[in-house]
């Protein structure tokens, strides 16, 4: 009995992969990682923001009276690449080090000011790359259109810089998710990932201010993925890897069965601790064993909704079965 599979085209052991964190921006973590049976770590994202703050931060503690002039883009350039080179050294060392898969990722919110970073992570010798664009469109003055022509921008641009396999992380806001996912499955991309939990906005209301929500994921999260999953598994012409909410093996088991091809853990290894990754790869083994599945092909996507049949059965079936009986 093996957990082998393939995600993004490469071969990979296990389908439990180290998702995108802080957890995954640390050598020592990724060793321990790739020893607990991670089939792949997506490092730590380089966020536009961090970048453009580095840069700002520099330029103030050199000359903060001073106004650069024409070497504001000279001095620009070198702080944002000595702030990506400390990033590009982790994925050099990690490919080093470790035999498993090593995914860079992006978490942009402009088309311009990054374009420019996604080759030097095919340099830096990453596997793969993901983009997180969980896009938020706040304003009111954009449209579906215009969310669906800056995927595709950024997509058809992206293929075009790098020859390593890309995969698109997205949030759950979209107008018509089934169609979009389908549309931007069909763009060329080797895979989606379903779905970045953004961190939330709370009130404090003794002071009156905007404070960040719990970043961490509750297990009740799973049952968005799940759904989505099951729908679109077999709908879309990519790879599907799960992400949130996912806390045990048992629920690694569900999304296998939902059709995904890998699914990522952050939480649950903040909560327990990077060699939690052994605990899921051990209980997913051990329920295969159960049900004696000699790999994975045995039963992934067995309850995804299959073509031509109702995708209301991970809908309002259920909604009908538990509060009307039928
Ligand atoms: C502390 C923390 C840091 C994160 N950093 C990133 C990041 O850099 N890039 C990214 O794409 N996602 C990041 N995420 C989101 C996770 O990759 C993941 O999508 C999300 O936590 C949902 O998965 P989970 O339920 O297993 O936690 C972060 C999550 C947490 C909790």
Redo the contacts with the bound molecule.
């Keep these: 009995m093996n957990t082998n599979t393939k995600y993004l085209g490469i071969d990979i052991e296990s389908p439990i992969v180290a998702?995108?964190?802080?957890?995954?921006?640390d050598i020592e973590n990724l060793k321990k990682l790739e020893s607990a049976g991670a089939g792949a770590i997506?490092i730590?994202?380089?966020?536009e923001e961090q970048i453009i703050y580095d840069i700002k931060h520099s330029l103030n503690v050199m000359a903060p009276t001073d106004n650069y002039g024409m070497s504001y883009e000279y001095i620009a350039a070198h702080v944002a690449d000595d702030s990506l080179k400390k990033h590009f050294d982790l994925i050099s060392e990690a490919k080093k080090a470790l035999h498993i898969p090593i995914i860079g990722?992006i978490?942009c919110y402009s088309f311009e000011n990054w374009m420019t970073y996604t080759k030097r992570f095919q340099d830096a010798g990453c596997d793969a790359l993901?983009l997180?664009l969980?896009i938020l469109p706040y304003e009111t003055s954009t449209s579906y259109e215009d969310v669906d022509r800056l995927f595709s921008d950024i997509i058809n641009t992206l293929k075009k810089s790098v020859s390593i396999p890309v995969s698109i992380?997205v949030g759950t806001n979209f107008t018509d998710m089934a169609n979009f996912m389908q549309r931007i499955s069909w763009m060329g991309i080797d895979g989606i990932?379903m779905?970045?939990?953004?961190?939330n906005v709370d009130i404090d209301v003794d002071t009156l201010q905007l404070k960040h929500a719990p970043?961490?994921?509750?297990p009740d999260?799973?049952y968005n993925?799940l759904r989505w999953i099951a729908i679109l598994s077999k709908k879309v012409r990519c790879d599907i890897s799960a992400?949130?909410?996912?806390?045990t093996a048992e629920d690694v088991v569900k999304l296998l069965l939902a059709g995904a091809g890998t699914v990522?853990?952050?939480?649950?290894?903040?909560k327990n601790g990077v060699e939690y990754m052994r605990n899921l790869n051990e209980g997913l083994r051990a329920w295969m064993e159960g049900k004696g599945y000699e790999s994975l092909n045995d039963f992934k996507g067995k309850l995804a909704v299959k073509q031509g049949e109702q995708a209301s059965l991970f809908f309002r079936t259920q909604f009908m079965k538990h509060f009307a009986q039928i």
């Design positions: 998702g995108s964190c802080g957890l995954t921006n997506v730590k994202s380089v966020f990722s978490n993901e997180n969980a992380k990932t779905f970045n939990k953004p961190i970043s961490l994921s509750s999260e799973i993925t992400s949130t909410g996912v806390h990522q853990v952050v939480s649950c290894l903040y």
